[in-house]
């Protein structure tokens, strides 16, 4: 099956500074990425996504970047808020594919 | 506005006494998903509905049965529940496959 992993089970930032959360994947096919926010008992949160003929997408406060070459996403928060706690989960699909694959998913504790 | 709404979001069941799930979307997605998420883990998929098309997921018990009697809704039967499928219950849609999925806020099932 597809492997989605994050390098860091749990983050821990000041209140004020950027954060970055990692995910490696293992299918050089993905073709569509999506990071995901889950605060505690709620669902999954859309927070931003990148196609694979991108490298860089930037939103509000999140930055999302992708390198193909070594089959890496990464999530960067500027100026974290306590709000910004939760368990952040990359997911990915294949372009081909009816399902993403979700990855295991890192807890991100900001600290006031 | 509520986009994916799940109900109801707390629900307790007896050992082996059967248990439906429900969920609905005002925003007329072809795909409706159901995802088991047990704690600090990623959701996993059970099964996908494309319209009136069902895929069930090669190692979704079955124990767990869906129904999807038109667009809006979608639901998730449980036949015998047992200690394991305590979980909470997540409930997605998307316009198409390879594009956002949307979450509701899931349903937190207990088995007594």
């Known amino acids: 099956g597809e492997s989605v992993g994050l390098h860091l089970p749990t983050l821990s930032v000041q209140e004020g500074d950027n954060s970055i959360i990692n995910c490696a994947y293992s299918?050089?096919?993905?073709?569509?990425f999506i990071w995901y926010k889950q605060e505690s008992g709620k669902g999954p949160q859309f927070i931003i996504d990148i196609r694979s003929n991108m490298d860089k997408r930037q939103g509000q406060r999140v930055t999302v970047l992708l390198n193909k070459t070594v089959k890496h996403l990464s999530l960067q928060i500027a100026a974290t808020q306590p709000g910004d706690s939760a368990v952040y989960f990359c997911?990915?699909?294949?372009?081909?594919?009816?399902?993403?694959?979700f990855g295991t998913g890192t807890s991100l504790t900001v600290i006031p | 506005d509520a986009m994916v709404i799940q109900n109801p979001r707390y629900q307790v069941t007896q050992f082996g006494k059967p248990v439906t799930l429900s969920c609905s979307q005002t925003l007329n997605h072809n795909v409706m998903y159901w995802y088991q998420q047990k704690s600090s883990q990623a959701p996993k998929l059970l099964f996908h509905?494309?319209?009136?098309?069902?895929?069930n997921e090669a190692d979704t018990p079955d124990n767990f049965q869906s129904r999807r009697p038109n667009t809006s809704f979608c639901f998730l039967d449980i036949r015998s529940p047992g200690l394991g499928d305590a979980a909470m219950y997540l409930c997605?849609?998307?316009?198409?496959?390879?594009?956002?999925?949307?979450f509701g806020p899931g349903t937190r099932l207990l088995v007594l």
């Open positions: 299918n050089s096919a993905s073709d569509y």
């Open positions: 509905y494309y319209d009136k098309d069902f895929n």
């Open positions: 997911a990915e699909t294949p372009g081909d594919g009816n399902q993403f694959y």
């Open positions: 997605a849609t998307s316009r198409d496959f390879v594009e956002t999925q949307y």
